[in-house]
C-alpha cells in the first residue's frame, strides 16, 4: 500500500482552487460500462470558494461550502454543482469580505464602520459560522449539508437548493453534533456532541433521531439518550465520528481539547479562531467510554485508557464473545494533525509539503479490544481471549484497563483515511474489508482496499489523479460483503477532462468505468449516494 508516487508537478493545487457553479448539469463522457443496476446520485460535500474580497481562507475546513452532484440514470452521467446559500456565503459575497469566523481563518469588523462601532463589534459575542462544508446525510425523507457546529441546513438532493437553516439547539441540548452519524436499519439516527452537564461542566451527549413517521419532522421528536462525562470540567475532547454496534456506543475522548474559557473570552475580544483554541494534554492519554444503547447507560465501571492518539474516524465497531472490537483511522501522540492542514501547507511546491508532513504524527490503522467483563483477580493479565487479534487489555489495580492496539495498517507519512464499509451489511458486525482514501504527506493520490482480518491491501492509483473518499455501493441482492461498486470522484488536471467519476469493482478494485467531464472538481470532503 505504501505509494512511491511523486508529485513533483505540484497537480494536487488544482484541488483547492476556487470555482464557479453550473446552472445547468454537464453531460459526462463515459468510458467502460456502467452495471446495469447503478442508479441515482453521488452527492458530495467540500469547499469551492478559497478566498473573498482578496483575502483567501486559511484552512482546508474554511472555504465556503459546494454541493456536487454526480447523477447516474439509463446508463448516462452528468454533473452538476451549487454553493450552498449559508448566511456565512451570503453575507460574505454582499459584504465582499469573510465576515463569520471559520475554523481557522478570523473575522473582523468592518472596516467601513467608525471605530466605536468596530469596537462594540468585538464584544457581541461569537457568532458561530453556518458554512456545513463536512457532509450531507438524509434525516427521514430529508437531506442536511452539515459541519460540526449546532447549525446544519436542509438542501434538495435533485435540485441542490438550499431550503432552510436549522438550529439543532433548538431541539437537543448540544454545543454541536458530528458530522458522521450512525444510522440503524429503520432510519433511526445517532450521533453525538458535546454539552454542558451538571454544575456547569463539560459533557457528551449522544443523541437519538427517531425514523420519520406521518410526514413529521424527526428532529423535532428527537432527544438525548446518554450523557458521557468529561475527563476535564472546561475542557472536551474534540470529536469527530464515534462508533456504535447493536447494544453499544463507544466514544473515544483523546488528548486535543478545546479550551472553552479561551472560546468564550479571547475570541470575542481579538478575532481568535477556532484553531486557535484547541491545546493537547499531554498527560492524559486517551480514554475509551463504553454505554449501552438499549436502556441507554453509561458504564462508568469501565474505565478504558490508552496512549495519546489523534482520532477523527472509526471504520468500525462491532461485539464478539464478550469483548467490543473498535476499529481506528489513529494518528500517534497529541500533537493536532488539523495544524498541517492549512492551506498555506498543502498548496506548497511537492519538496516542501513532504518535508512539513515530517513533522505531523504518524498514521496508523488500529484494532483495540474492550472486554466486557473485568475481574480483579485478572489484574495484570491480558483479558483477550480473541485468537484473531494481538490487541491487548489489562487490567490495573485502580481498576482500569490499559489497552494495546493491533496495528493494521502502518505506513511512513501514508494514511489510510476516510474510511467506508459496507455499511448495510456490516455496521456493528465481524466484517473484513474497509475502504479509504490513501493520503500521501497528506494529498490523496489513491484508493485502497483493506482485508482487517489479514492486513492485506489492493491500491487503483493513477499518475497525477487526485481521488476522494470512495463510498460504498452493493450490488441488489448481494450477500458476499465486497460485492458491489466503489465511487469516488478523481482529478487529473491537464487531462482534456480533468475531472471524472470512477467506477472500481470493490471485490477487486479493478477499474469498470469512468464519466469524464470538461470541469475541475475541487476537493470534497465527504458525501453519501442516493439510490
Not at 486559511?58 to 454543482?81: E, P, T
Not at 455496521?427 to 492485506?456: C, M, W
Amino acid at each position: 500500500m505504501v505509494s512511491r508516487v511523486e508529485h513533483p508537478a505540484g497537480g494536487y493545487k488544482k484541488i483547492f482552487e476556487t470555482v464557479e457553479e453550473l446552472n445547468e448539469p454537464l453531460p459526462a463522457k463515459i468510458d467502460g460500462v456502467l452495471p446495469s443496476w447503478l442508479g441515482g446520485s453521488l452527492l458530495r460535500m467540500g469547499p469551492g470558494l478559497f478566498e473573498v474580497g482578496g483575502e483567501a481562507f486559511k484552512h482546508l475546513f474554511d472555504g465556503q461550502a459546494v454541493i456536487h452532484k454526480f447523477d447516474l440514470k439509463d446508463g448516462r452521467v452528468s454533473y452538476c454543482r451549487r454553493f450552498l446559500r449559508s448566511d456565512t456565503y451570503v453575507r460574505a459575497l454582499t459584504e465582499n469580505r469573510v465576515v463569520i469566523t471559520e475554523f481557522g481563518t478570523a473575522a473582523y469588523p468592518d472596516p467601513c464602520k467608525n471605530i466605536f462601532s468596530r469596537f462594540f463589534t468585538y464584544f457581541r459575542g461569537v457568532e458561530v459560522t453556518d458554512n456545513c462544508v463536512v457532509n450531507i446525510y438524509p434525516i427521514g425523507e430529508d437531506f442536511y449539508a452539515v459541519t460540526e457546529s449546532n447549525y446544519i441546513t436542509k438542501v434538495d438532493p435533485d435540485s441542490l437548493e438550499t431550503l432552510k437553516k436549522v438550529d439543532l439547539c433548538k431541539y437537543l441540548s448540544v454545543n454541536g453534533v458530528t458530522a458522521h452519524p450512525h444510522t440503524d436499519a429503520d432510519g433511526t439516527v445517532y450521533n453525538i456532541g458535546n454539552c454542558f452537564g451538571k454544575n456547569m461542566s463539560l459533557a457528551y451527549n449522544i443523541v437519538k433521531i427517531p425514523p420519520q413517521e406521518d410526514g413529521s419532522d424527526p428532529l423535532e421528536k428527537s432527544q438525548v439518550v446518554v450523557q458521557l462525562p468529561s475527563s476535564e470540567r472546561l475542557k472536551p475532547s474534540y470529536v469527530h465520528s464515534f462508533g456504535m454496534t447493536d447494544k453499544y456506543f463507544v466514544f473515544v475522548e483523546q488528548p486535543v481539547k478545546i479550551n472553552l474559557l479561551k472560546f468564550l473570552s479571547s475570541w470575542a475580544i481579538r478575532g481568535t479562531t477556532y484553531m486557535d483554541c484547541f491545546e493537547s494534554n499531554e498527560s492524559m492519554g486517551t480514554w475509551f467510554h463504553l454505554a449501552t444503547k438499549d436502556p441507554p447507560d453509561y458504564l462508568s465501571s469501565h474505565k478504558f485508557r490508552t496512549s495519546a492518539f489523534n482520532i477523527f474516524h472509526h471504520i468500525n465497531t462491532y461485539e464478539d464473545r464478550g469483548f467490543v472490537v473498535v476499529d481506528l483511522c489513529t494518528w500517534k501522540g497529541h500533537d493536532f494533525v488539523y495544524k498541517y492542514l492549512y492551506m498555506a501547507n498543502l498548496t506548497q511546491e511537492w519538496e516542501e509539503v513532504k518535508k512539513r508532513a515530517t513533522s505531523a504524527p504518524q498514521p496508523e490503522v488500529r484494532r483495540y479490544v474492550l472486554p466486557l467483563d473485568t475481574h480483579r483477580e485478572e489484574q495484570g493479565k491480558n483479558l483477550v481471549s480473541l485468537s484473531y487479534t494481538t490487541a491487548t487489555a489489562v487490567l490495573h489495580s485502580d481498576g482500569t484497563v490499559w489497552l494495546e492496539p493491533e496495528v493494521l495498517f502502518s505506513g511512513p507519512r501514508q494514511a489510510f483515511e476516510f474510511p467506508q464499509i459496507n455499511y448495510s451489511l456490516c455496521r456493528g458486525k465481524k466484517y473484513s474489508f474497509a475502504y479509504g482514501l490513501g493520503l500521501n504527506h497528506f494529498i490523496p493520490d489513491r484508493i485502497v482496499k483493506l482485508n482487517v482480518q489479514t492486513k492485506e491491501t489492493r491500491v487503483w492509483q493513477e499518475e497525477e489523479s487526485y481521488p476522494s473518499e470512495p463510498l460504498f455501493v452493493p450490488t441488489p441482492g448481494a450477500t458476499q460483503e465486497d460485492d458491489g461498486v466503489l465511487l469516488s470522484v478523481v482529478v487529473k488536471p491537464g487531462a482534456e477532462r480533468p475531472s471524472f467519476l470512477l467506477v472500481l469493482d470493490a471485490a477487486t478494485l479493478e477499474e469498470v468505468a469512468r464519466a469524464e467531464v470538461n470541469v475541475i472538481i475541487p476537493v470534497t470532503l465527504h458525501g453519501t449516494y442516493k439510490p
